[in-house]
T-cell receptor, first 116, second 108 residues
Framework: ETGVTQTPRHLVMGMTNKKSLKCEQH?????MYWYKQSAKKPLELMFVYNFKEQTENNSVPSRFSPECPNSSHLFLHLHTLQPEDSALYLC???????????????FGEGSRLTVL | GQQVMQIPQYQHVQEGEDFTTYCNSSTTLSNIQWYKQRPGGHPVFLIQLVKSGEVKKQKRLTFQFGEAKKNSSLHITATQTTDVGTYFCAGGIRQLTFGSGTQLTVLP
């Protein structure tokens, strides 16, 4: 039980599909994040939302579209992905965001995405 | 852009041996955090260091932050099989940049 819940845990999709990843945090945090974890690569920050406002977009391709309707929920909409997008997508939350001291990140268990 | 490098990439130790992973940043960091990710799991926060030269201990784990706030280390004394996993450092000014991690294997 991490306090950050991600669904689905596993997802297989074709390159023409549209799917969404969902993240919910029960910690009362103000900031939420999407990270990508590929084999043999560091965790890559994709998006940051602070008080529902996007404060960071790390040059992520437009086939990934985030949505943050409130401070507790975060979505990642996926469209026309490529096989190289296969990875573990981790959602995280923290008390603060976009400041020098974000505080610790609480990660969800991740959504394992396979693009065929 | 900011880079955080971590060595070694892999480390195999016999149970009871010590283990150290090193983290180096291309820029001065405001703070450094350490995370552990068990195989098949997600990263879990271990500790945050903020002050220059800071040393913190958690049981068998010792964390150090360099005087120049550009490097850090994690040392585990007398490793146990429960220490298996990948250890990541993360630091930054505005947002955290993660190192590539050190994958620790502990042989019984």
């Amino acid at each position: 039980e991490t306090g950050v819940t991600q669904t689905p845990r596993h997802l297989v999709m074709g390159m023409t599909n549209k799917k969404s990843l969902k993240c919910e945090q029960h910690l009362g945090h103000n900031a939420m994040y999407w990270y990508k974890q590929s084999a043999k690569k560091p965790l890559e920050l994709m998006f940051v939302y602070n008080f529902k406002e996007q404060t960071e977009n790390n040059s992520v391709p437009s086939r990934f579209s985030p949505e943050c309707p409130n401070s507790s929920h975060l979505f990642l909409h996926l469209h026309t992905l490529q096989p190289e997008d296969s990875a573990l997508y981790l959602c995280a939350s923290s008390q603060y965001g976009g400041r020098p001291n974000t505080g610790e990140l609480f990660f969800g268990e991740g959504s394992r995405l396979t693009v065929l | 852009g900011q880079q955080v490098m971590q060595i070694p990439q892999y480390q195999h130790v016999q149970e009871g041996e010590d283990f150290t992973t090193y983290c180096n940043s291309s820029t001065t960091l405001s703070n450094i955090q350490w995370y552990k990710q068990r195989p098949g799991g997600h990263p879990v926060f271990l500790i945050q260091l903020v002050k220059s030269g800071e040393v913190k201990k958690q049981k068998r784990l010792t964390f150090q932050f360099g005087e120049a706030k550009k490097n850090s280390s994690l040392h585990i004394t007398a490793t146990q099989t429960t220490d298996v996993g990948t250890y990541f450092c993360a630091g930054g000014i505005r947002q955290l940049t993660f190192g590539s991690g050190t994958q620790l294997t502990v042989l019984p």
